[in-house]
């Protein structure tokens, strides 16, 4: 039977007078890819931000493996295992590859800044296996040749790649994608899908927003439909392109 790794129980969250999500459900199995789409501001990433608790939601409840999670600071549910990768690009341009990769570790870091500066033996073991760990993540995503480049000269779709593998290095058991795909041509597409389902034989679980239709309908085990921050739709790829509401909402509005 399949375990439940992540579920959003009536979560709401009001900025001023915008209801921007409103009393959604969700549930996710563990080791699955599921996709949550919808119009423009229709509160996918403001979704994302309340799991990965950039804001606590106004209500309602997140449990991750069980424990409750809302309420609780980023780096704390980074280190439950939850890491994410954001709608636009976060990288650091005049920094290698393999430096933007081990910055996303500091979370597992256990030296304090007076040790780090002391340099002793336990500072340079962490650092080696934040160094190994990094560079795991970069073969992951075939970034690993391009380890000491600067990450403002790799191409548009290898920086979305490179920015997956930073969230990948945390050894996370759910990565949240913002929009993995925008913006790449459909070689670069193709490439990032054969890669998001070998990352997910590890028994990790995706969850992604995305608004190219035949990316979402082709990578994922369910999909949920938000509109005005209000689920409208759950279930298969296939009964989501069927529903009627989903395709009034959304599908039938020239989304590709
Ligand atoms: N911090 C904030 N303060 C005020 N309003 C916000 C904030 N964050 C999001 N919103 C509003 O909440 C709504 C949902 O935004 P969100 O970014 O989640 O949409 P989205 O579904 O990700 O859209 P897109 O597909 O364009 O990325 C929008 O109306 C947005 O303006
Ligand atoms: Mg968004």
Same mark, same amino acid.
């Given at each position: 039977m399949s375990k439940t790794i992540l579920e959003l129980n009536n979560v709401s969250i009001r900025f001023g007078g915008l209801t921007a999500v409103d009393s959604v459900n969700i549930k996710i199995d563990q080791g699955t890819i599921s996709a949550l789409i919808g119009p423009n501001g229709a509160g996918k990433s403001t979704i994302f931000n309340l799991i990965t608790g950039i804001y606590p939601p106004t209500q309602g409840e997140i449990t991750f493996l069980g424990a409750t999670i809302n309420g609780q600071k980023p780096h704390f549910i980074t280190e439950m295992g939850i890491a994410r990768t954001f709608q636009n690009i976060r990288l650091f341009g005049e920094m290698t590859v393999l430096e933007n990769v081990k910055i @996303? +570790?500091?979370c597992r870091t256990k030296s304090g800044f007076i040790k780090a500066i002391i340099r002793g033996p336990g500072v340079k073991k962490e650092e080696? !296996?934040?160094? /190994? #760990? !990094?560079? /795991? #993540?970069?073969r992951l995503m075939e970034l690993d040749h391009k380890a000491d480049e600067l990450a403002k000269n790799l191409p548009y779709g290898e920086q979305r790649r490179l920015e997956i593998a930073r969230a990948m290095a945390t050894n996370p058991k759910l990565i949240l994608l913002d929009e993995p795909a925008a913006g790449?041509?459909? +070689? /670069?597409?193709? =490439?990032?899908? =054969?890669?998001?389902?070998?990352?997910? =034989?590890?028994?990790? =679980?995706?969850?992604?927003v995305e608004h190219d239709m035949k990316f979402v309908m082709n990578l994922s085990d369910s999909v949920a439909v938000l509109d005005y921050g209000r689920k409208i739709a759950s279930g298969s790829p296939s009964e989501i392109q069927r529903d009627p509401a989903v395709? #009034? #909402?959304?599908? @039938?509005? @020239?989304?590709?």
């Amino acid at each position: 039977m399949s375990k439940t790794i992540l579920e959003l129980n009536n979560v709401s969250i009001r900025f001023g007078g915008l209801t921007a999500v409103d009393s959604v459900n969700i549930k996710i199995d563990q080791g699955t890819i599921s996709a949550l789409i919808g119009p423009n501001g229709a509160g996918k990433s403001t979704i994302f931000n309340l799991i990965t608790g950039i804001y606590p939601p106004t209500q309602g409840e997140i449990t991750f493996l069980g424990a409750t999670i809302n309420g609780q600071k980023p780096h704390f549910i980074t280190e439950m295992g939850i890491a994410r990768t954001f709608q636009n690009i976060r990288l650091f341009g005049e920094m290698t590859v393999l430096e933007n990769v081990k910055i @996303g +570790q500091h979370c597992r870091t256990k030296s304090g800044f007076i040790k780090a500066i002391i340099r002793g033996p336990g500072v340079k073991k962490e650092e080696k !296996s934040i160094t /190994e #760990a !990094s560079m /795991e #993540a970069l073969r992951l995503m075939e970034l690993d040749h391009k380890a000491d480049e600067l990450a403002k000269n790799l191409p548009y779709g290898e920086q979305r790649r490179l920015e997956i593998a930073r969230a990948m290095a945390t050894n996370p058991k759910l990565i949240l994608l913002d929009e993995p795909a925008a913006g790449m041509n459909p +070689q /670069e597409k193709m =490439t990032l899908m =054969t890669m998001i389902r070998k990352i997910q =034989t590890n028994n990790l =679980t995706i969850f992604l927003v995305e608004h190219d239709m035949k990316f979402v309908m082709n990578l994922s085990d369910s999909v949920a439909v938000l509109d005005y921050g209000r689920k409208i739709a759950s279930g298969s790829p296939s009964e989501i392109q069927r529903d009627p509401a989903v395709i #009034a #909402a959304y599908l @039938g509005k @020239g989304v590709v």
